[in-house]
């Protein structure tokens, strides 16, 4: 009775004019019945997010809403009970598998890099229905990242500046904290993905040694490994993106791969790029070509932009004036455009991530039409809440049924021509 009159009070309080009549409809309800659409309805949790807990974001600092939120979901994921609440309210009821890198994923939607650097909600983010987690980026050496104030929200245009500068464990610690995960918890039931980032002070020189050292520390514990050159906060890291600093990369981290692989008699992880969307078309296609040339298992598409939108809100201006890479709504159509234009130029045998300004299913269905395998978010969670991940999923199975597709491997690259 309690929690019900709390959602019904909540409910009651909205102004969202253009979902009164499902309000009216829900307080008519038995508190049953209201607590039965809460946890089925991923539109009424989102909807709940959206009066609720947007609007408290607004009074506290980008970083600190980031890391409280992160902490809330480790507590509410750390005992068998809470964890099945999260799985009853946010964990998607269908299923859409893709095959892809020697797994099943139940679904093409996961985590983007960033969002948990640390690895500190790896049994939240599977509770809540992801089909896979990237942790990170990840250094070599631990660091403390830039100076605060260095992550800022846009609410108007759902956008997202940070300059965060790959603040992260290290990957010692971080070697370390996934093995006591393991060691309580068993490995995760879903792909864990690792983001590799280069430390500050390593030399552009001396880069592969960087990233070939957190990916040998870190293979036993990750199924997947991205190679970030693309972050725009690292000073010069984009340089890497260029052929002798990306090759020279992946040909070392190629190696350890094959030594890893071969001492714990595995097969090689796969290993992939990711790669900013600054750039023109025939640079994007050049670069995807050395990727794959060298031995690259495939590409994520995109890394946040240093662009801004031409006329933003007045009230956004200020966050748009702050250095750092934005992220979010504003960079979906150009994340979309790259996916086609890959797609496009190395044909459909070639695994292309797809990433930036998913907020909703059709966001995510024109990414698949254009050639992504696997999407990932990172902004649309911030500002749909937990429930993207269903509404993101079910919106998907109901565009799958209306279709003339069985699955979601026949959309992939469908309007990539």
Known sequence: MVISSVLRRILLNSRAAGHRGSVIRMIRRSPGQVLKDVFRNPTTMGVGYRWFGRPLLRFQDSEKAHGRSLSLLRLASSNPISRLALRMMYKPRVSLPVELFGHEYIHPFGLAAGMDKNAKALLGWEATGLSFVEIGGVTMLEQGGNPQPRMFRAPHAQAL???????????????????????RHGRLGIPVWVNLGKSKVTPLD????????????LWSYGDVFVINVSSPNTPNLRELQDDEGLTRILHHCLAVNDEQAAYLDAKPKPILVKVAPDMTGEQLVHIAKT??????DGIVLSNTTVDRPESPHPRDVSVFDQQGGMSGQPLKERSTAMIRTVRQAIGDGWPIIGVGGIANAQDAWEKIEAGATLLQAYSGFVFEGPSLTKQVVHGLSKRLKSSEHDSIAEVVGRTSG
């Not at 992260?168 to 070697?175: P, T």
């Not at 001396?206 to 520390?217: I, K, M, V």
């Not at 990727?291 to 690259?296: M, P």
Request: avoid cysteine.
């Open 206 to 217: 001396e880069a592969h040694l960087d990233y070939g050292t957190t990916l040998e520390r």
């Open 161 to 183: 500046v940070n300059r965060m500068g790959f603040n992260n464990d290290g990957s010692q610690k971080i070697q370390r904290s996934l093995e006591r995960h393991i060691k």
């Open 291 to 296: 990727a794959k040339e060298n031995g690259a």
